[in-house]
């Protein structure tokens, strides 16, 4: 099943908000029902496809014929952007101004070469496409012109499964599930839940140093990462020859993040674990955000540290973001903030590590809420992409963003972040509701992930980037990395440059311009383009 094409997932999950929550909105944050609705996908006017003929041909017999070229109207529609609220906006206006040329669907890794040189033969720019999920523009490039999507959906195998040193080796273009039902067949699991999970790609995972939700248990995906192989215009790489080495840097992780830029992965080795015997999820209270960060932050470091470890902020825990499938159904929510904590592996490790986690917990101020918000939290946990389009149809501007840094910078970073997005959109006279969480734990510090809701205003794609700018300024000013765990893309390089410094910079371009020669893999993403 391809995604609704103007919105996230599974059309068939879409819900629209109660009434008691559409009331909120227009009475709180000024919210008014638009007049009309999106377009529909056979309004759209798409114009032809720009592909030269000759690359066409070529492109065909590199892929093993026409359908794997692809050019009709809606195959390429479903193909534009990503999945950030900018980007639904534009779809919904008709706004087609990223649409690919065409579409190829290449078998294996000889078939992406094949197109690579193809492409850099016919001067053709490439857009790598997984699950189509990127939320900061990492699928439509930074340079005018056309330009085809690699959809990788054929590449979805498991290649190779080690038992004994628990390892596989899979596809770029397997989905989540589907990665795990395969491991699950020989008792395995990958472990990596990102809000995504149902519908990116491993092959997106690695590119952009995704993170899943159980990462304070399993780590970030790129942790999990023990080799790659990586198809450019000028030949192979692979690399990964043993779990670590002192071999020279490790090229591994100059791929890892590098979001097609530098070339496209065909193929990901990982670490895999058993299936875990039994999982459980409980709900904790904290007075203050303050003091739950100081729990979080000391099972991160001293532990024994849960699988699953999150804490949202006093307004998030009132809207009861936390639990998405609730929201307007009245339950009653205390003044606080709520946690979840969540325990996988052996009956025995769970057991161990919750009773002494309970009691770090408690020494810093929790209060156990019992089992049924960690339940609550479970069953919900990729909902909130559904939330978000349901306030889009409601006339509500809805969007997230995150960062992350050291323990001792949270407070400044959390208190800049909130500042900079409330009074920049106050100011244009649409005051946010603002909510914050942190997902992500490490011994060192920690993410913030920050959900802002409020009126759409006039245009309100450049009333986001206004705010988003601001945003990206604080986080930069109060010593936070532009992003965590969404990428760079396009929405975030401008930042990301400044991050990496001049002489970083330098040095990947020249990386790029060892792989990639003639730029045409995914420009201005990442990298701003020549």
Excluded at 51 to 72: C, I, N, W
Excluded at 110 to 130: M, S, T
Excluded at 352 to 366: D, K, N, W, Y
Aim: overall charge negative; aromatic content about 6%; some cysteine.
């Amino acid at each position: 099943m391809d995604m609704l094409w103007n919105g996230w997932g599974d059309p068939a999950r879409a819900t629209p908000l109660p009434d008691t929550v559409i009331g909120l909105l227009r009475d709180l944050l000024g919210v008014e029902p638009r007049e009309t609705g999106p377009l529909a996908l056979e309004d759209l006017s798409v114009p032809r496809s720009p592909l030269d003929r000759s690359a066409h041909r070529a492109l065909a017999a590199a892929l093993g014929g026409d359908a794997h070229v692809r050019t009709d109207a809606e195959t390429r529609v479903r193909h534009t952007r990503g999945k950030s609220t900018p980007d639904l906006l534009r779809m919904r206006e008709g706004d087609l101004t990223a649409v690919p040329a065409a579409v190829l669907l290449p078998g294996g890794h000889d078939e992406v070469l094949a197109v690579l040189r193809v492409c850099a033969g016919h001067g053709l720019p490439l857009v790598p496409f997984g699950g189509g999920t990127s939320v900061v523009g990492g699928l439509a490039p930074g340079r005018r012109g056309p330009f085809v999507a690699l959809d990788l959906r054929r590449m979805d195998g498991l290649l190779d499964l080690d038992p004994i040193s628990r390892t596989a080796t899979l596809q770029p273009g397997l989905r989540g599930p589907r990665a795990e039902a395969l491991l699950a067949e020989h008792g395995f699991t990958l472990g990596h839940f990102p809000q995504s999970y149902e519908w990116a790609t491993v092959g997106g995972f690695a590119a952009t140093r995704s993170s899943g939700q159980a990462s304070a248990g399993y780590g970030r995906f790129d942790e999990m990462v023990l080799a790659l192989t990586l198809a450019t215009p000028q030949g192979t790489l692979d690399t990964g020859r043993a779990p670590r080495s002192a071999a020279g840097p490790d090229l591994r992780q100059l791929i890892l993040g590098s979001e097609g830029a530098f070339g496209v992965i065909t193929s990901v080795t990982v670490r895999v674990r058993p299936v875990p015997e039994t999982r459980h999820y409980e709900g904790w209270h904290f007075p203050t955000f303050e003091e739950g960060a100081t729990a979080l932050r000391r099972l991160a470091q001293d532990g024994p540290r849960p699988t699953v470890l999150r804490l949202s902020d006093e307004t998030e825990t009132l809207i009861g973001l936390a639990d998405p499938d609730a929201i307007g159904a009245g339950a009653r929510r205390s003044a606080g903030c709520t946690a979840v904590a969540g325990y996988e592996g052996t009956a025995e490790d769970t057991a161990h590590r919750r009773e002494h986690a309970a009691a770090v917990l408690r020494a810093c101020g929790g209060t156990p809420l019992g089992d049924e918000p960690g339940r609550r939290w479970a069953h919900g946990r990729y909902s909130a992409p559904y939330l978000r389009d349901a306030l889009l149809d409601a006339g509500a501007f809805a969007e997230t963003l995150e960062t992350a840094t050291f323990w001792s910078r949270i407070p400044a970073l959390y208190a800049a972040v909130r500042d900079a997005l409330t009074t920049t959109l106050t100011g244009a006279g649409t005051p946010p509701l603002v909510m914050c969480h942190i997902s992500h734990v490490y011994e060192n510090g920690a993410s913030l992930y920050f959900t802002v809701v409020g009126a759409r205003g006039e245009d309100p794609v450049a009333h986001w980037t206004r705010a988003k700018h601001a945003a990206g300024e604080a986080i930069l000013a109060a010593g936070g990395t532009i992003s965590h765990h969404h990428g760079v893309g396009t929405d975030h390089r401008d930042w990301y440059v400044r991050e990496a410094g001049p002489l970083g910079i330098d040095a990947l371009r020249a990386v790029k311009r060892r792989l990639d020669p003639a730029g045409l893999l995914s420009p201005g993403v990442l990298l701003p383009a020549d």
